[in-house]
């Protein structure tokens, strides 16, 4: 949905983007983010060897994939649980911020 539109109407901050990004995010599939806030992808499907990933009970398949993710490249994850809304951050394969709703 973002490709073909200019950097400066693809930032995370720009009031114009916020609703779409809303209606992508209750679909399955990663936000790309660059590092300067730019929207590059959504609905992507990023697969990688989770069998490293130790997380605590409770938490599904979003934070697993997050936590695989955060921990074989130097990104940064967010994850909203489906149940409750409770909020995530991943880096390097493990939660390190919880935000309770």
């Known amino acids: 949905p973002f490709q073909g539109h200019l950097e400066t109407e693809r930032q995370i901050t720009d009031a114009g983007i916020q609703g779409t990004i809303k209606e992508f995010a209750q679909l399955d599939g990663a936000f790309l983010i660059t590092g300067s806030g730019v929207v590059e992808a959504a609905g992507r499907c990023i697969t990688v060897d989770m069998s490293q990933v130790n997380l605590p009970g ?32 991943f880096r390097n394969g493990k939660i390190v911020y919880i935000i309770r709703s």
């Open 58 to 89: 409770g938490m599904g398949s979003r934070h697993l994939s997050v936590a695989g993710i955060t921990r074989v490249t130097t990104s940064i994850g967010v994850v909203v649980s489906q149940s409750g809304g409770q909020i995530s951050i």
